[in-house]
């Protein structure tokens, strides 16, 4: 099912409303590589927006409320925003947003592995799927077995 509504952050000529990711790391390098490991999984066809809010401002290791915020703004495009945090404050940043409605309507926490999960999450995103079903594809993750 594809999300044929306009909202905040999406332009006329951007095609149909996908569900956003955002992968929230303490690293910027972290949430970058596996950003573009889940882009180049789900690639054949229309790729859900994904950007890394890892690290600092100043280019640290950290949690930056305002780098989430810019990037949730980013990959809002009118069917929800995901978001993927990696550990400790990053989850708990998020979960602060949330609560003081700072981040994009329809934005949720996704309770997920953090690679795993931003795979399914981008790959279940770039069908076309609800937040909803992305939500359950990351939470998914969770069932992988490797041995």
Do not use: C, N, W
């Not at 909202?7 to 409303?17: E, I, K, L, N, R």
């Not at 956003?20 to 690293?27: A, D, E, N, Q, T």
Request: proline fraction near 5%.
């Amino acid at each position: 099912m594809t999300a044929e509504r306009q909202g905040p952050g999406s332009t006329p000529d951007a095609g149909p409303a996908l569900v956003g990711i955002v992968l929230v790391s303490h690293s910027a390098r972290v949430a970058e590589a596996v950003a573009e490991l889940a882009r180049e999984l789900a690639a054949g066809g229309p790729v859900a927006p994904v950007a890394a809010a890892g690290g600092t401002a100043l280019g640290g290791l950290g949690t930056s409320a305002e780098r989430i915020v810019a990037a949730a703004r980013e990959v809002d495009r009118g069917a929800g925003v995901g978001l993927l945090a990696d550990l400790g404050s990053s989850v708990l940043t998020v979960k602060a947003l949330l609560m003081e409605d700072e981040l994009p309507p329809g934005s949720a926490l996704l309770d997920a592995p953090f690679v795993e999960g931003a795979v399914a999450a981008v790959v279940t995103a770039s069908t076309g799927a609800s937040l909803a079903a992305v939500t359950a594809a990351a939470a998914e993750a969770y069932t992988y077995h490797k041995a």
